[in-house]
C-alpha cells in the first residue's frame, strides 16, 4: 500500500506540505511516494518525475500546486491531461484522494486551486476526501487550511505556520487510514 504526493513546487512552499503529508501517512504504517510531475521545460526537479504506471498502481493520492492565478501549475494540469486512459480503464475508482496548495499571499486563490484540483479527480471516480472541521488549523484566522484540503500561505517569514504543517500531517494520517480501510 502506498500514498502517491505527486507535486509540483516552484519556492519550496508546496514540497514542505507534500513532507508533512508524508511523515503522517508513514506514521500509519502506508509507504509515501514522493513524487512530481513531469517538467515541461527539461529542468531536474528535487524529487523523481511521476509515471502514470505509478498513478494507476498506487493505493491513494495526494495531489499538491502552487496557485497560479487561482489554478493549478502546468506541470501537473499538463499531466493530468496525458490520463485519457486511467479514465476510460477506470484504473482509479474508488482510491482516495485528497489537494493541497501554496499561495504567496492571503486571498492568493487557494481555495480555487483546491477545488479545480479535484475536478480531475472527481472524473477519475476518486473518492476525494478535505480537512474536517475539527481539525484546529481551521479556527485559526491566519495561514492557509480550508475545509478543502490543507494550504499554505507564505506569511514573509519564509516558515509556514505551524497549524499549516500540522493540518498536512493530519491529512496524511486521514489518507493512509482511508487506504487501510479500503483495502
Known amino acids: 500500500m502506498n500514498l502517491l504526493v505527486l507535486f509540483h513546487s516552484s519556492t519550496g512552499h508546496v514540497e514542505t506540505l507534500a513532507n508533512a503529508i508524508a511523515r503522517g501517512c508513514e506514521s500509519q504504517g502506508v509507504e509515501p511516494l514522493l513524487r512530481n510531475p513531469p517538467a515541461l521545460d527539461g529542468r531536474e526537479t528535487s524529487q523523481l518525475a511521476v509515471t502514470k504506471d505509478e498513478l494507476r498502481n498506487c493505493s491513494g493520492l495526494a495531489l499538491g500546486s502552487p496557485t497560479r492565478f487561482g489554478q493549478m501549475a502546468t506541470p501537473l494540469k499538463a499531466f493530468f ?30 481555495e480555487a486551486l483546491l477545488l479545480g484540483m479535484a475536478l480531475p479527480l472527481l472524473h477519475h471516480g476518486m473518492l476525494v476526501t478535505g480537512v474536517p472541521y475539527t481539525d484546529p488549523g481551521l479556527a485559526q484566522d491566519r495561514g492557509g487550511v480550508t475545509p478543502y484540503g490543507p494550504s499554505l500561505v507564505e506569511n514573509g517569514t519564509g516558515h509556514p505556520h505551524p497549524h499549516e504543517i500540522e493540518s498536512a500531517q493530519a491529512l496524511g494520517r486521514r489518507l493512509a487510514t482511508l487506504i487501510k480501510a479500503l483495502a
Not at 84 to 108: N, Q, T
Open 81 to 110: 491531461e496525458t490520463t485519457s486512459d486511467l479514465w476510460i480503464s477506470g484504473d482509479m475508482i474508488d482510491k482516495p484522494a485528497a489537494v493541497f496548495g501554496a499561495s504567496s499571499s492571503l486571498h492568493g486563490g487557494n
